[in-house]
């Protein structure tokens, strides 16, 4: 069973984590790269090269939390502040600063951070199932899941496509100001979604934490 669940998790999260990387070549590789790592690790575990210790456990769920923590915070600003104030500007000015935001913010501070918390969350919940039915088990897996699918996978199926329509439309294009006006309402909906998500999972792995 870990073995088959590390083989889904794997898929999902690398092709997502791939996406939001590169493109749909990107997705690809990812879901190789997570399948054959998540299989790996899963198969260690299972034949006991490597311990599903409470140790191992916790580490991995620290980090997990801290990483959704962090990206639920920045969502978060952007929520409730940056995209309001892009939504202040004229078009032509909101579009060019959200379209240099897109470029910049890959970067090895953000862009790591984001990386590995999918990292972190796939091996803490494979870790868990291993560990199962320990009395965080539940708790990790829980806020792995929701991590994974409301935030990693939200934002390579809904905010990443809508950042590759910005960036291919010239700012003072004809029809700009209603790809503005649909991009600021749809993705910033979408970021709600994938905020609450990373941050309810913060919750979730803390409580694990202090049940383990």
């Known amino acids: 069973m870990v073995i088959g669940v590390s083989l889904v998790i794997g898929l999902a999260a690398g092709a997502a984590l791939g996406r939001v990387v590169g493109n749909r070549t990107g997705a690809v590789v990812g879901a190789l790269i997570g399948a054959v790592a998540c ?46 104030a892009l939504a202040r500007q004229p078009h032509p000015s909101g579009m060019a ?36 039915p320990a009395p965080e088990a539940p708790w990790v897996v829980a806020g792995g899941a929701l991590f994974l699918i409301g935030t990693l996978a939200v934002t390579a199926l809904c905010n990443v496509p809508r950042n590759d329509a910005l960036e291919a439309m010239p700012v003072n294009a004809q029809g700009a100001a209603e790809l503005w006006s649909r991009y600021l309402r749809e993705w910033t909906r979408w970021n709600h979604v994938r905020s609450g998500s990373a941050l309810v999972a913060a919750a979730l792995l803390t409580i694990a934490l202090i049940n383990a």
């Open 39 to 84: 299989l790996v690790y899963a198969y260690l575990l299972n034949a006991g090269l490597l311990m599903p210790s409470a140790t191992t456990s916790s580490t991995l769920t620290v980090v997990a939390a801290v990483l959704c923590g962090l990206q639920g915070g920045l969502f978060y600003a952007f929520s409730t502040g940056v995209m309001w």
């Open 97 to 132: 600063t959200m379209q240099s935001i897109n470029v910049v913010v890959f970067n090895p501070w953000f862009g790591g951070a984001f990386s590995l918390a999918p990292v972190a969350c796939a091996l803490a919940m494979i870790t868990a199932l291993a560990r199962w």
